[in-house]
Each structure stands twice: as C-alpha cells, then as structure tokens.
C-alpha cells in the first residue's frame, strides 16, 4: 500500500469500517510513513473533538459498507505489486526498497491549511457585528457546540464579524479581528486534551497554555486550548505579536 491508498481508504479505516486484515495492512503503511501517520493523527484527534461535541454519529449502511469492503478488496486484487511476481530473493529487496525509499510527501495539518485559506478568502460575515455575544448567538443555531470567543481587552483588537466555515467537512466557527493595521483571523474547533502534531512547527506554554507555532503560505498560524476548544489565529504579524495576543485572550 502506498500513500495515495493510504489517503483514499483513510477515512473508512477512521470509522472503522475495516475487518482485521485490512486494517493491520494500512496500519503497517503508517507505521513506516510519518506524513500519514501524521495525518490519521489529525484526523482521529479532530474526530473524537467532534463526538464529545456533537450527538453520536449516524452509523453508515450496511449496504454502503459492504461496498466499500468490496472496492477494497477489489483494488488491492486488482494492485498485486509486481514485486512479488519475481523470484522471492528478488521480490523482498525490492519491497523493502519500496517500503524505505519512497518520497516523503509535505502534508500541512488540514486545520492549518483552512486558517488560512479563511484568513484570504474576502467571503462577506454572516454576521457582523463588534460585540462577542452577539456573533457568538449566530453561531448557536448553526454549530452544534457552545462558541466562546476570545476577547483581547488589553491589545484594542475589534471583533469584525464571523461566519460559519468547514473542517474536515464538519462545521467550525471562523471570525475575524482587526487591529493595529493588521486583520487577525480565528478559528474555533471542538478538541481534546491536546494540540495536534505539526510538523515543523513549534511548541511552548504561554500563559499557562500549551501553543503550537507554525507557518503556511506564508502566513503565521498559532493554535492554542481554551476548555474544550482548539483556536487559530492566523495573520502576517509579527510572531511576538501574535504570541502576545494569545496570552492576552480572555473568555467570558
């Protein structure tokens, strides 16, 4: 198995649609791929911020199920590696030269990429409004976990206004702020009891709060825990500055 199957059978070995068999060959793909190992990291990280947020999920079909089994295991008759049709001395050099030598592929975390994808996109606010509770109420009937959003009293950052975006196909929370000459945007996800694995990125603790550092695209993108919820705030700021914003954020 390789990297792009490793990505289209991803979220089915997510949701645990995969017998024993199948599930023991992808997770033998991770365990010698560190970019997707990263990102089933992600992507089981965000799905159980998810469930304590949401109602259960709705168990897919039997029907679709059985359908995806049976792509599968199609596919995988269907991508005998040639490898193994050759003498077996032969065919183990060469799985283990496949299995060690394959190109490592540069996967920025899906939260990262849509802080900033947000943060450039001139979509208009589905609300807009400077006052937190009023933009936080918009969300309510629309997101289905408590949006709390910080506000950063010591700094004069004006709330501009938000609307709703996607994670992972899920629905999150985007709002933006302005201040200083600058626009700062921020992302609100359900999360867990810590920051997703980044690569390249950097870690310290804040203000009593663990804060991971990273860049894409050009952009600064810092993710910090407040209770329940993961945040970004992404901007072309200077890191000091950005740093500093975090620890001022204050919940109500």
């Known amino acids: 198995m390789n990297c792009r199957d490793a990505d289209k059978y991803l979220l089915a070995y997510i949701d645990g ?3 024993g068999a199948e599930s023991s060959e992808i997770e033998q793909h991770f365990k010698f791929c560190p970019a997707c190992r990263r990102k089933v990291e992600f992507e089981l990280w965000f799905k159980r911020g998810v469930k304590t947020a949401n109602p259960p999920e709705v168990r897919a ?3 679709l199920r059985a359908a995806v089994h049976r792509t599968y295991r199609e596919e995988q008759v269907r991508r005998i590696p040639w490898a193994l049709k050759l ?4 065919a183990v ?10 190109p490592s592929i540069d996967i920025s975390m899906p939260i990262v990429e849509a802080s900033v994808d947000r943060h450039t996109d001139n979509t208009p606010f589905d609300v807009q409004s400077p006052d937190p509770k009023q ?8 997101i289905k976990y408590a949006v709390r959003l910080p506000q950063f009293r010591h700094t004069n950052l004006e709330l501009l206004g938000g ?3 996607t994670l992972r196909d899920a629905p999150v929370a985007y709002v933006a702020y302005q201040g200083n000459g600058r626009r700062y945007s921020i992302i609100a996800a359900p999360g867990l009891d810590r920051l997703p694995v980044i690569p390249e990125s950097v870690r310290m603790r804040v203000n009593n709060r663990d804060v991971v550092i990273t860049r894409h ?12 919820m993961v945040y970004s705030i992404t901007s072309n700021d200077d890191e000091s500055e950005v740093v500093d914003l975090v620890a001022d954020a204050e919940f109500d």
Do not use: K
């Open 17 to 19: 649609e995969f017998d």
């Open 61 to 63: 079909p039997a029907s």
């Open 87 to 90: 003498a077996p001395a032969a």
């Open 93 to 102: 050099v060469l799985v283990f030269a496949w299995i060690f030598f394959q």
């Open 135 to 142: 933009v936080a109420d918009y969300f309510t009937t629309r």
């Open 163 to 165: 609307r709703v975006a």
């Open 217 to 228: 695209n050009g952009f600064l993108v810092v993710l910090w825990r407040a209770g329940d």
